[in-house]
């Protein structure tokens, strides 16, 4: 089956520690992302990645780092200097990005954090 | 992008047809409008996309007046299972980008 594998489903973590998000596809999708939800909210864009070794800021990065060394794998790293990281965070893959319109992007199941 | 308003939430019962109506009246030419479905605790699943006119696919149909600044996402027959936050996007993601710039959405509650 192809899709979106994100893991673990739920996550605790201590304030002050960093902790990394697993996110694998395996739909040969170029283009990658991450988002974040708080309840009640839309999606927020944290990062995103067009090709392998390369990722551009989306619009909340700060105290977000990722990595994108294989075309399947593009793991999210919640630092310590992120002020608020308890949050749902999804990671979502898309075909390539030319031409106009929207490329319909696939999103994993996602991850709960929980920083206390 | 253009920034879109959407009812906070609409009620329903099973087996009605249901419109939910998008409001973006800064579309640029190039911006094309798309809906995504959200069950609680999952990620969005793409529901339909469009420029202008009518699109139908399988699951809805999405109707686009001339002008382009709304557009208005029809469910036929709803069932319990269509309970779900409907969001309305809308951009040019071609070229440098793919991004989604997602609003808080429409809270449709189906009941029976």
């Known amino acids: 089956d192809g899709g979106i594998t994100q893991s673990p489903k739920y996550l605790f973590r201590k304030e002050g520690q960093n902790v990394t998000l697993s996110c694998e596809q395996n739909?040969?999708?170029?283009?990658m992302y991450w988002y974040r939800q708080d309840p009640g909210q839309g999606l927020r864009l944290i990062y995103y990645s067009q090709i392998v070794n390369d990722f551009q800021k989306g619009d909340i990065a700060e105290g977000y780092s990722v990595s994108r060394e294989k075309k399947e794998s593009f793991p999210l790293t919640v630092t310590s200097a992120q002020k608020n990281p308890t949050a749902f965070y999804l990671c979502?893959?898309?075909?390539?990005?030319?031409?106009?319109?929207?490329?319909?992007?696939?999103f994993g199941p996602g991850t709960r954090l929980t920083v206390t | 992008l253009a920034k879109t308003t959407q009812p906070i939430s609409m009620d329903s019962y099973e087996g009605q047809e249901v419109n939910i109506t998008c409001s973006h009246n800064?579309?640029?030419?190039?911006?094309?409008i798309t809906w995504y479905q959200q069950f609680p605790s999952q990620g969005p699943r793409f529901i339909i996309q469009g420029y202008k006119t009518k699109v139908t696919n399988e699951v809805a149909s999405l109707f686009i007046p001339a002008d382009r600044k709304s557009s208005t996402l029809s469910l036929p027959r709803v069932s319990l299972s269509d309970t779900a936050v409907y969001y309305c996007?809308?951009?040019?993601?071609?070229?440098?980008?793919?991004?989604?710039?997602f609003g808080t959405g429409t809270l449709l509650a189906v009941q029976p």
């Open positions: 996007l809308v951009g040019n993601y071609g070229g440098a980008t793919n991004k989604l710039i």
């Open positions: 979502a893959s898309s075909t390539g990005l030319a031409g106009g319109g929207h490329y319909e992007q696939y």
């Open positions: 739909l040969n999708h170029d283009a």
């Open positions: 800064n579309i640029a030419t190039n911006d094309y």
